[in-house]
């Protein structure tokens, strides 16, 4: 981490990560396959109207596409070229060449290095070591995993964000199936199939929850549009508004712009199809 020289108050609050520690590259050309430009979906239209409430004016960005998959590499050795930083991403990424001469971004994980080899597959053959993607049957108990696929096939969908991994608490068979535990960041308990697939090691760059911004402008370079309050509103504009002066909300709890429940409502259906793979939910966890 970095701070500046507290030469104004801005600067006397700003906690940063110190990139050029961390970073390396020993690429000179990168395929432009693997860039693609979002559209902006924030701000205001051609008409001056918001589109997005509380988003707007943002840096540009370049997308890297990441290879959340890896079934198109099976049984092919990759090496690590870079360790990069991604504007869309909290975690690094690391550029990999792989000896069939394709390219493809992942995710970095912890303690991985600039010409280190990695593998990934669908069978025992590939090594429990840092950065290798194989079904979850193959990997042992308490080893640290990311990128986990929460269906066969669809590529990684959990545990991408830096900082984060979870680990293989056990094998449990419900009604004939066999299934792995997974115990994952938010201390919640999932099952899934042996043959959902996961990336062996911790999520890189832990030391972005650290990360302090220090002042508003640097918020707004992210694309974070200033909230208003429900109370300083007008009565046609939120349920909090109207009244003089300052006044109270006027309703028994908090209420959103639409008029429903919030601040400690539960949105989560009751009868969503994935709980009863929870076996031991976050709430209980703690």
């Known amino acids: 981490m970095k701070t500046p020289k507290p030469t104004n108050n801005a600067q006397r609050n700003i906690i940063l990560v110190d990139y050029p520690e961390k970073l390396h590259s020993e690429v000179k050309k990168y395929p432009r396959s693997l860039f693609k430009r979002l ?14 409430r509380h988003q707007g004016a943002k840096h540009k960005k370049i997308y890297r596409i990441i290879d959340f998959k890896r079934y198109t590499h099976d049984g092919v050795e990759g090496t690590i070229k870079s360790i990069e930083y991604s504007p869309y991403h909290t975690s690094f990424i690391s550029l990999v060449s792989y000896q069939d001469g394709s390219k493809a971004f992942i995710i970095t994980p912890e303690r991985l290095k600039v ?25 042992p ?21 830096a900082g984060t991994y979870g680990e293989i608490t056990g094998e449990v068979w419900r009604k004939g199936k066999e299934y792995r535990s997974v115990k994952l960041s938010s201390k919640e308990v999932k099952l899934f199939l042996p043959i959902c697939r996961a990336t062996i090691g911790k999520v890189s760059n832990s030391e972005n929850r650290l990360v302090k911004l220090g002042k508003a402008g640097r918020s707004r370079w992210r694309g974070f549009h200033p909230v208003p309050r429900g109370v300083a509103m007008n009565s046609n504009e939120h349920p909090h508004g109207g009244g003089e002066q300052k006044t109270g909300i006027g309703h028994p709890s908090p209420l959103s712009p639409w008029g429903k429940k919030t601040l400690g409502k539960k949105t989560r259906p009751k009868n969503k199809l994935s709980n009863k793979f929870i076996m031991r939910p976050r709430r209980l966890s703690k």
């Open 39 to 52: 559209s902006s979906h924030a701000g205001r239209n051609n008409q001056g109207k918001k589109t997005v």
């Open 141 to 161: 108990k308490g080893t640290p995993i990311h990128n986990l696929e929460s269906k066969p096939g669809e590529g990684g969908k959990l545990l991408r964000s």
């Open 115 to 139: 010409g280190d080899k990695i593998w990934s597959g669908e069978d025992e053959n590939v090594p429990i070591q840092l950065g290798n993607n194989l079904p979850l049957r193959y990997i």
